[in-house]
Protein backbone atom coordinates (compact mmCIF):
# COMPACT_ATOMS: atom_id res chain seq x y z
CA UNK A 1 0.00 0.00 0.00
CA UNK A 2 0.63 3.81 -0.25
CA UNK A 3 2.74 4.95 2.36
CA UNK A 4 0.48 6.89 4.77
CA UNK A 5 2.32 10.55 4.45
CA UNK A 6 2.03 9.68 0.54
CA UNK A 7 -1.77 9.45 0.79
CA UNK A 8 -1.77 12.25 3.10
CA UNK A 9 -0.01 14.24 0.28
CA UNK A 10 -1.40 13.01 -2.83
CA UNK A 11 -4.94 13.34 -1.31
CA UNK A 12 -4.44 17.03 0.33
CA UNK A 13 -2.75 18.15 -3.48
CA UNK A 14 -5.58 16.92 -4.75
CA UNK A 15 -8.04 19.13 -3.48
CA UNK A 16 -5.31 22.02 -4.72
CA UNK A 17 -5.40 20.62 -8.56
CA UNK A 18 -8.07 22.76 -9.48
CA UNK A 19 -5.57 25.93 -7.94
CA UNK A 20 -1.26 25.18 -7.79
CA UNK A 21 2.44 24.03 -8.42
CA UNK A 22 5.81 24.89 -10.07
CA UNK A 23 10.10 29.07 -12.22
CA UNK A 24 13.71 30.22 -10.84
CA UNK A 25 15.06 33.93 -10.96
CA UNK A 26 17.88 34.96 -10.81
CA UNK A 27 19.47 38.32 -8.81
CA UNK A 28 17.90 40.18 -11.68
CA UNK A 29 16.17 44.06 -10.89
CA UNK A 30 12.58 43.86 -9.68
CA UNK A 31 9.72 46.59 -10.81
CA UNK A 32 11.51 48.68 -8.58
CA UNK A 33 14.86 48.45 -9.68
CA UNK A 34 15.69 46.37 -6.44
CA UNK A 35 17.75 42.88 -7.93
CA UNK A 36 16.10 40.31 -6.51
CA UNK A 37 19.48 39.49 -3.82
CA UNK A 38 18.32 42.36 -2.36
CA UNK A 39 14.98 41.17 -0.94
CA UNK A 40 15.35 41.14 2.31
CA UNK A 41 14.39 37.05 3.21
CA UNK A 42 15.52 37.60 6.68
CA UNK A 43 12.66 40.66 6.89
CA UNK A 44 9.59 39.25 9.14
CA UNK A 45 6.94 39.90 6.54
CA UNK A 46 3.59 38.54 6.39
CA UNK A 47 1.71 37.06 3.47
CA UNK A 48 -2.19 36.28 2.68
CA UNK A 49 -3.13 33.78 0.16
CA UNK A 50 -6.24 32.48 -1.52
CA UNK A 51 -8.33 30.65 -3.57
CA UNK A 52 -11.21 29.59 -4.95
CA UNK A 53 -10.87 26.05 -4.33
CA UNK A 54 -12.42 26.65 -0.82
CA UNK A 55 -9.47 24.43 0.43
CA UNK A 56 -9.31 23.86 4.25
CA UNK A 57 -6.10 25.79 6.32
CA UNK A 58 -5.13 22.05 7.42
CA UNK A 59 -4.86 20.55 3.74
CA UNK A 60 -3.54 24.14 2.06
CA UNK A 61 -0.94 23.76 5.05
CA UNK A 62 0.13 19.90 3.66
CA UNK A 63 0.45 21.06 0.31
CA UNK A 64 1.41 24.19 -0.34
CA UNK A 65 2.41 26.93 3.30
CA UNK A 66 4.84 23.97 5.00
CA UNK A 67 6.71 24.12 1.23
CA UNK A 68 6.90 28.07 1.50
CA UNK A 69 7.90 28.25 5.04
CA UNK A 70 10.70 25.80 4.58
CA UNK A 71 12.02 28.08 1.39
CA UNK A 72 11.30 31.42 3.71
CA UNK A 73 11.53 30.36 7.36
CA UNK A 74 11.47 34.17 7.90
CA UNK A 75 8.10 34.94 6.07
CA UNK A 76 4.92 34.07 7.30
CA UNK A 77 1.86 32.83 5.17
CA UNK A 78 -1.74 32.94 5.37
CA UNK A 79 -4.40 31.62 4.46
CA UNK A 80 -7.75 33.11 3.67
CA UNK A 81 -10.02 29.98 3.07
CA UNK A 82 -12.75 31.41 -0.05
CA UNK A 83 -16.08 30.50 1.34
CA UNK A 84 -19.57 32.34 1.55
CA UNK A 85 -18.93 35.55 2.84
CA UNK A 86 -15.43 35.43 2.07
CA UNK A 87 -15.49 35.63 -1.90
CA UNK A 88 -12.93 37.68 -3.44
CA UNK A 89 -15.05 40.61 -4.19
CA UNK A 90 -15.91 40.83 -0.14
CA UNK A 91 -12.26 40.45 0.90
CA UNK A 92 -11.21 43.39 -1.52
CA UNK A 93 -14.68 45.29 -0.22
CA UNK A 94 -13.27 44.48 3.41
CA UNK A 95 -9.66 45.61 2.33
CA UNK A 96 -8.31 42.65 2.95
CA UNK A 97 -4.67 43.28 1.05
CA UNK A 98 -4.14 39.74 -0.93
CA UNK A 99 -1.05 38.91 -2.12
CA UNK A 100 -1.66 35.96 -4.13
CA UNK A 101 -4.21 34.14 -5.74
CA UNK A 102 -3.96 30.63 -6.22
CA UNK A 103 -6.73 30.54 -9.15
CA UNK A 104 -7.64 27.90 -11.98
CA UNK A 105 -8.20 29.34 -15.65
CA UNK A 106 -11.89 28.85 -14.99
CA UNK A 107 -12.07 30.71 -12.28
CA UNK A 108 -10.30 33.76 -13.11
CA UNK A 109 -13.42 36.03 -13.81
CA UNK A 110 -14.77 36.01 -10.54
CA UNK A 111 -12.14 34.83 -8.69
CA UNK A 112 -9.68 38.34 -9.74
CA UNK A 113 -11.28 39.89 -12.92
CA UNK A 114 -14.28 41.44 -10.82
CA UNK A 115 -13.00 42.01 -7.76
CA UNK A 116 -10.74 44.05 -10.17
CA UNK A 117 -7.57 42.64 -8.58
CA UNK A 118 -5.56 42.01 -11.46
CA UNK A 119 -1.68 43.32 -11.86
CA UNK A 120 0.73 43.13 -14.73
CA UNK A 121 3.61 41.23 -13.73
CA UNK A 122 5.82 41.58 -17.44
CA UNK A 123 8.20 43.76 -16.11
CA UNK A 124 8.59 41.37 -13.13
CA UNK A 125 9.21 38.09 -15.49
CA UNK A 126 11.10 40.39 -17.54
CA UNK A 127 13.52 41.47 -14.74
CA UNK A 128 13.71 38.18 -13.15
CA UNK A 129 15.11 36.77 -16.37
CA UNK A 130 12.03 34.26 -16.04
CA UNK A 131 12.19 31.99 -19.12
CA UNK A 132 8.19 31.83 -20.11
CA UNK A 133 9.05 28.85 -23.12
CA UNK A 134 9.84 26.84 -20.20
CA UNK A 135 5.94 26.23 -19.76
CA UNK A 136 3.53 24.54 -21.58
CA UNK A 137 2.28 27.15 -24.24
CA UNK A 138 -0.68 26.98 -24.19
CA UNK A 139 -0.89 27.78 -20.37
CA UNK A 140 0.75 31.13 -21.34
CA UNK A 141 -1.20 31.82 -24.19
CA UNK A 142 -4.41 31.24 -22.24
CA UNK A 143 -3.07 33.36 -19.53
CA UNK A 144 -2.21 36.35 -22.01
CA UNK A 145 -5.80 35.94 -23.85
CA UNK A 146 -7.12 36.07 -20.81
CA UNK A 147 -5.59 39.40 -19.76
CA UNK A 148 -5.72 41.23 -23.04
CA UNK A 149 -1.56 40.45 -23.81
CA UNK A 150 -0.91 40.79 -19.90
CA UNK A 151 0.72 38.35 -17.26
CA UNK A 152 -1.10 38.04 -14.42
CA UNK A 153 0.72 35.41 -12.62
CA UNK A 154 2.36 32.05 -13.54
CA UNK A 155 0.92 28.73 -14.47
CA UNK A 156 1.87 26.36 -11.50
CA UNK A 157 -0.74 23.37 -11.80
CA UNK A 158 -2.45 21.50 -14.57
CA UNK A 159 -5.29 19.48 -15.00
CA UNK A 160 -6.38 17.02 -18.09
CA UNK A 161 -8.07 13.91 -18.67
CA UNK A 162 -7.09 10.33 -19.48
CA UNK A 163 -8.98 7.13 -19.68
CA UNK A 164 -9.08 4.60 -16.61
CA UNK A 165 -10.26 1.16 -17.31
CA UNK A 166 -10.76 -1.35 -14.91
CA UNK A 167 -8.48 -4.36 -15.35
CA UNK A 168 -10.38 -7.00 -13.71
CA UNK A 169 -14.22 -5.81 -16.12
CA UNK A 170 -11.60 -6.47 -19.27
CA UNK A 171 -10.61 -9.43 -17.83
CA UNK A 172 -13.30 -11.06 -16.86
CA UNK A 173 -15.00 -10.92 -20.43
CA UNK A 174 -11.90 -11.47 -22.32
CA UNK A 175 -11.25 -8.27 -23.35
CA UNK A 176 -8.11 -6.85 -24.80
CA UNK A 177 -7.01 -3.87 -22.67
CA UNK A 178 -7.56 -0.13 -24.52
CA UNK A 179 -4.31 1.27 -25.96
CA UNK A 180 -2.72 5.22 -26.00
CA UNK A 181 -3.92 6.60 -29.03
CA UNK A 182 -7.21 5.48 -29.67
CA UNK A 183 -10.69 7.39 -31.20
CA UNK A 184 -13.69 7.71 -29.27
CA UNK A 185 -15.33 5.47 -32.59
CA UNK A 186 -12.51 2.61 -31.41
CA UNK A 187 -13.45 3.42 -27.92
CA UNK A 188 -17.04 3.26 -28.63
CA UNK A 189 -16.03 -0.29 -30.30
CA UNK A 190 -14.54 -1.64 -27.35
CA UNK A 191 -16.99 -0.64 -25.10
CA UNK A 192 -19.78 -2.65 -26.89
CA UNK A 193 -17.87 -6.15 -25.68
CA UNK A 194 -18.29 -4.99 -21.60
CA UNK A 195 -21.69 -3.42 -21.92
CA UNK A 196 -23.65 -6.00 -20.48
CA UNK A 197 -25.72 -7.69 -17.62
CA UNK A 198 -24.14 -10.55 -15.78
CA UNK A 199 -25.63 -11.98 -12.70
CA UNK A 200 -27.90 -8.90 -11.69
CA UNK A 201 -25.17 -6.53 -11.95
CA UNK A 202 -25.29 -4.19 -15.15
CA UNK A 203 -21.62 -3.11 -16.71
CA UNK A 204 -21.03 -0.16 -18.40
CA UNK A 205 -18.16 0.16 -21.49
CA UNK A 206 -17.17 3.39 -21.39
CA UNK A 207 -18.07 6.80 -19.49
CA UNK A 208 -16.89 10.52 -19.73
CA UNK A 209 -17.30 12.84 -17.58
CA UNK A 210 -20.01 14.90 -18.90
CA UNK A 211 -18.82 18.42 -17.66
CA UNK A 212 -15.63 17.60 -18.22
CA UNK A 213 -16.02 16.21 -22.40
CA UNK A 214 -17.79 19.63 -22.86
CA UNK A 215 -15.59 22.35 -21.25
CA UNK A 216 -12.34 20.70 -22.02
CA UNK A 217 -13.40 19.76 -25.76
CA UNK A 218 -10.58 19.10 -28.40
CA UNK A 219 -12.45 21.76 -30.75
CA UNK A 220 -11.58 24.57 -28.27
CA UNK A 221 -14.83 25.36 -28.40
CA UNK A 222 -16.46 27.93 -25.59
CA UNK A 223 -19.59 27.73 -24.26
CA UNK A 224 -20.53 31.73 -24.71
CA UNK A 225 -18.62 33.98 -27.54
CA UNK A 226 -16.77 36.54 -25.77
CA UNK A 227 -17.22 39.11 -28.33
CA UNK A 228 -20.85 39.23 -28.23
CA UNK A 229 -22.02 37.61 -24.96
CA UNK A 230 -23.81 35.06 -27.16
CA UNK A 231 -24.08 31.40 -26.48
CA UNK A 232 -21.91 29.27 -29.20
CA UNK A 233 -24.42 26.12 -29.50
CA UNK A 234 -25.17 26.72 -32.94
CA UNK A 235 -22.26 25.85 -34.07
CA UNK A 236 -21.60 22.28 -35.92
CA UNK A 237 -19.21 20.81 -33.92
CA UNK A 238 -21.36 21.31 -31.01
CA UNK A 239 -23.41 18.30 -32.61
CA UNK A 240 -20.16 16.49 -33.17
CA UNK A 241 -19.20 16.84 -29.94
CA UNK A 242 -22.68 15.42 -28.67
CA UNK A 243 -22.86 12.54 -31.18
CA UNK A 244 -19.28 11.28 -30.55
CA UNK A 245 -19.00 11.65 -26.82
CA UNK A 246 -22.55 10.08 -25.87
CA UNK A 247 -22.79 7.97 -29.16
CA UNK A 248 -21.84 4.72 -27.69
CA UNK A 249 -24.14 5.59 -24.26
CA UNK A 250 -27.51 6.22 -26.99
CA UNK A 251 -26.88 3.61 -28.43
CA UNK A 252 -26.42 0.64 -25.62
CA UNK A 253 -30.22 -0.32 -23.56
CA UNK A 254 -28.25 -1.46 -21.09
CA UNK A 255 -26.92 2.01 -20.11
CA UNK A 256 -29.92 3.56 -20.90
CA UNK A 257 -31.91 1.47 -18.80
CA UNK A 258 -29.01 2.03 -16.30
CA UNK A 259 -29.82 5.46 -16.47
CA UNK A 260 -33.70 5.51 -16.03
CA UNK A 261 -32.79 3.69 -13.30
CA UNK A 262 -30.60 6.30 -11.73
CA UNK A 263 -33.31 8.92 -12.27
CA UNK A 264 -31.39 10.00 -15.09
CA UNK A 265 -28.20 10.81 -13.09
CA UNK A 266 -25.28 10.24 -15.49
CA UNK A 267 -23.04 7.52 -14.59
CA UNK A 268 -19.29 8.37 -13.57
CA UNK A 269 -17.08 8.06 -10.43
CA UNK A 270 -19.05 6.31 -8.28
CA UNK A 271 -19.81 3.45 -10.76
CA UNK A 272 -16.09 3.20 -11.28
CA UNK A 273 -14.27 3.42 -7.90
CA UNK A 274 -17.54 2.14 -5.61
CA UNK A 275 -19.87 0.06 -7.77
CA UNK A 276 -16.96 -0.99 -9.74
CA UNK A 277 -19.12 -1.82 -12.83
CA UNK A 278 -17.58 0.75 -15.00
CA UNK A 279 -15.27 -0.45 -17.40
CA UNK A 280 -13.53 2.45 -18.82
CA UNK A 281 -14.46 6.55 -17.98
CA UNK A 282 -12.35 9.13 -18.57
CA UNK A 283 -11.98 11.65 -16.22
CA UNK A 284 -9.21 13.82 -14.42
CA UNK A 285 -5.86 12.05 -14.01
CA UNK A 286 -5.93 12.83 -10.46
CA UNK A 287 -8.33 10.52 -9.97
CA UNK A 288 -5.23 7.75 -9.75
CA UNK A 289 -4.18 9.79 -5.79
CA UNK A 290 -7.67 8.74 -4.94
CA UNK A 291 -7.42 6.61 -1.55
CA UNK A 292 -10.23 4.52 -2.85
CA UNK A 293 -8.69 3.44 -6.24
CA UNK A 294 -5.70 1.98 -3.98
CA UNK A 295 -7.36 -1.29 -4.30
CA UNK A 296 -8.49 -1.16 -7.63
CA UNK A 297 -6.59 -3.48 -10.13
CA UNK A 298 -6.61 -0.46 -12.91
CA UNK A 299 -4.40 1.43 -15.34
CA UNK A 300 -4.75 4.30 -18.06
CA UNK A 301 -4.24 5.23 -21.32
CA UNK A 302 -4.75 8.35 -23.55
CA UNK A 303 -8.02 10.10 -23.66
CA UNK A 304 -9.94 9.49 -27.00
CA UNK A 305 -9.71 11.66 -29.71
CA UNK A 306 -11.80 12.52 -32.28
CA UNK A 307 -11.27 11.37 -36.42
CA UNK A 308 -11.48 15.02 -37.24
CA UNK A 309 -8.50 15.54 -34.97
CA UNK A 310 -6.43 13.15 -34.14
CA UNK A 311 -3.43 14.87 -32.75
CA UNK A 312 -4.94 17.22 -30.64
CA UNK A 313 -5.95 15.85 -27.04
CA UNK A 314 -8.30 17.49 -24.92
CA UNK A 315 -7.95 20.99 -23.37
CA UNK A 316 -5.77 21.29 -20.00
CA UNK A 317 -6.80 23.50 -17.18
CA UNK A 318 -4.18 25.39 -15.61
CA UNK A 319 -4.06 27.20 -12.51
CA UNK A 320 -1.94 29.71 -12.07
CA UNK A 321 0.13 31.65 -8.76
CA UNK A 322 -1.25 35.10 -9.50
CA UNK A 323 0.34 38.55 -7.70
CA UNK A 324 -2.50 40.90 -6.93
CA UNK A 325 -2.73 44.34 -7.34
CA UNK A 326 -3.37 44.80 -3.54
CA UNK A 327 -0.54 43.25 -2.37
CA UNK A 328 1.74 45.52 -0.06
CA UNK A 329 4.57 43.53 -0.98
CA UNK A 330 5.31 43.04 -4.87
CA UNK A 331 8.80 42.38 -5.36
CA UNK A 332 8.37 39.34 -2.35
CA UNK A 333 5.25 37.51 -3.69
CA UNK A 334 7.09 37.50 -6.62
CA UNK A 335 9.62 34.93 -5.32
CA UNK A 336 6.48 33.16 -3.70
CA UNK A 337 5.28 32.72 -7.75
CA UNK A 338 8.53 31.85 -8.33
CA UNK A 339 8.92 28.78 -6.07
CA UNK A 340 5.62 27.80 -6.80
CA UNK A 341 6.62 27.67 -10.37
CA UNK A 342 10.21 25.81 -9.50
CA UNK A 343 11.81 22.65 -10.89
CA UNK A 344 11.75 21.55 -6.80
CA UNK A 345 8.23 22.51 -5.78
CA UNK A 346 7.10 20.93 -9.50
CA UNK A 347 8.93 17.99 -8.64
CA UNK A 348 7.63 17.17 -5.30
CA UNK A 349 4.35 17.22 -7.31
CA UNK A 350 5.14 14.79 -10.10
CA UNK A 351 6.46 12.25 -8.29
CA UNK A 352 3.12 12.13 -6.42
CA UNK A 353 1.23 11.95 -9.86
CA UNK A 354 0.14 15.47 -10.77
CA UNK A 355 0.42 16.95 -13.93
CA UNK A 356 3.54 19.75 -14.16
CA UNK A 357 2.99 22.90 -16.25
CA UNK A 358 6.85 22.57 -17.29
CA UNK A 359 7.68 21.26 -20.32
CA UNK A 360 11.04 19.73 -18.31
CA UNK A 361 10.99 16.49 -19.60
CA UNK A 362 13.11 15.63 -16.43
CA UNK A 363 9.92 16.49 -14.30
CA UNK A 364 7.35 15.04 -16.42
CA UNK A 365 9.46 11.68 -16.47
CA UNK A 366 9.26 11.59 -12.46
CA UNK A 367 5.69 11.47 -12.69
CA UNK A 368 4.32 8.80 -10.31
CA UNK A 369 8.14 7.84 -8.71
CA UNK A 370 6.42 8.17 -5.04
CA UNK A 371 2.98 6.51 -6.25
CA UNK A 372 2.19 3.12 -5.02
CA UNK A 373 1.26 1.79 -8.57
CA UNK A 374 3.10 1.44 -11.95
CA UNK A 375 1.19 3.83 -14.15
CA UNK A 376 1.20 4.21 -17.28
CA UNK A 377 1.44 8.38 -16.82
CA UNK A 378 2.66 8.83 -20.03
CA UNK A 379 -0.99 9.09 -20.64
CA UNK A 380 -1.46 12.67 -19.68
CA UNK A 381 1.41 13.70 -22.48
CA UNK A 382 0.14 11.39 -24.90
CA UNK A 383 -1.19 13.93 -27.81
CA UNK A 384 -0.71 17.45 -27.73
CA UNK A 385 -3.33 19.75 -25.40
CA UNK A 386 -5.91 21.98 -27.42
CA UNK A 387 -5.25 25.07 -27.01
CA UNK A 388 -8.02 27.03 -24.24
CA UNK A 389 -10.15 29.79 -26.07
CA UNK A 390 -11.13 33.44 -24.60
CA UNK A 391 -13.10 33.00 -22.13
CA UNK A 392 -15.43 35.90 -21.41
CA UNK A 393 -17.67 36.85 -18.25
CA UNK A 394 -20.39 35.15 -18.66
CA UNK A 395 -18.57 31.69 -20.19
CA UNK A 396 -19.76 29.79 -16.32
CA UNK A 397 -23.43 30.65 -17.05
CA UNK A 398 -23.48 28.99 -20.40
CA UNK A 399 -22.66 25.52 -19.43
CA UNK A 400 -25.24 24.11 -17.20
CA UNK A 401 -27.83 24.25 -19.96
CA UNK A 402 -26.27 21.95 -22.12
CA UNK A 403 -24.87 19.42 -19.19
CA UNK A 404 -28.69 19.63 -17.92
CA UNK A 405 -29.77 18.17 -21.23
CA UNK A 406 -27.30 15.32 -21.74
CA UNK A 407 -29.72 12.50 -20.59
CA UNK A 408 -32.21 13.25 -22.37
CA UNK A 409 -30.63 13.39 -25.63
CA UNK A 410 -28.86 9.25 -24.68
CA UNK A 411 -32.32 8.36 -23.83
CA UNK A 412 -33.41 9.76 -27.02
CA UNK A 413 -36.34 11.92 -25.59
CA UNK A 414 -34.58 14.30 -27.86
CA UNK A 415 -32.70 14.74 -30.80
CA UNK A 416 -29.23 16.52 -31.23
CA UNK A 417 -30.90 19.28 -33.32
CA UNK A 418 -33.45 20.08 -30.10
CA UNK A 419 -30.96 19.63 -27.65
CA UNK A 420 -28.50 22.30 -29.24
CA UNK A 421 -31.17 24.54 -29.95
CA UNK A 422 -33.11 24.46 -26.46
CA UNK A 423 -29.81 25.09 -24.33
CA UNK A 424 -28.87 27.90 -26.93
CA UNK A 425 -31.94 29.72 -26.09
CA UNK A 426 -31.69 28.91 -22.21
CA UNK A 427 -28.22 29.63 -21.77
CA UNK A 428 -29.06 33.33 -24.20
CA UNK A 429 -31.54 33.91 -21.44
CA UNK A 430 -29.77 33.79 -18.37
CA UNK A 431 -26.98 35.67 -20.29
CA UNK A 432 -29.64 38.36 -21.28
CA UNK A 433 -30.35 38.08 -17.31
CA UNK A 434 -27.45 38.25 -16.25
CA UNK A 435 -26.63 41.59 -17.83
CA UNK A 436 -29.51 43.31 -16.71
Same mark, same amino acid.
Given at each position: ???? !??????????????????????????????????????????????? =???????????????????? @??????????????????????????????????????????????????? *???????????????????? $?? %???????????? +?? $??????????? /??? /?????????????????? =??????????????????? %??????????????? *?????? !?? /????????????? /????????????????????????? &? @? #???????????? !????????????? @???? !???????????????????? #????????? &??????????????????????????????????? +?????????????????????????????????????????????????????????????????? *?????
Amino acid at each position: MMKR !SIVIKALTITLLSGMTAGCGGGASPDAEGKTAKEIDFNAPLEFTLTS =SGATSPENFQLAVTQFLQKK @FPNWKFNYIQRTQGTTAQELVTAGTAIDVVLEAHTGIIDGVINPGIQYDIT *DLIKKNNIDLNRFEPVTIDA $MK %TMANGQIWGLPV +SM $MSVVTFYNKDI /FDK /FGVPYPKDGMTWDEMTEL =SKKLSKEVDGTQYLGLVGN %TGHMLLMNNFSLPYV *DAQTSK !ST /FHNEKWKTIMETV /FKGEAQDSGFKKYLTDNKNKMPGKD &E @F #IKKKNLAMYVYF !SELATDPNMQGMN @FDMV !SAPTYKELPNVGFQPIPTYA #ILASTSKHK &EESMEIIKYLASDEYQMARAKLGFITPLKSEEVRK +SMGADYSKKLNWNAVFYKPFAPIPVKGAYENIGEKPLVSLVPDYVLGNKDVNTVMREAEETANKAI *DSARK
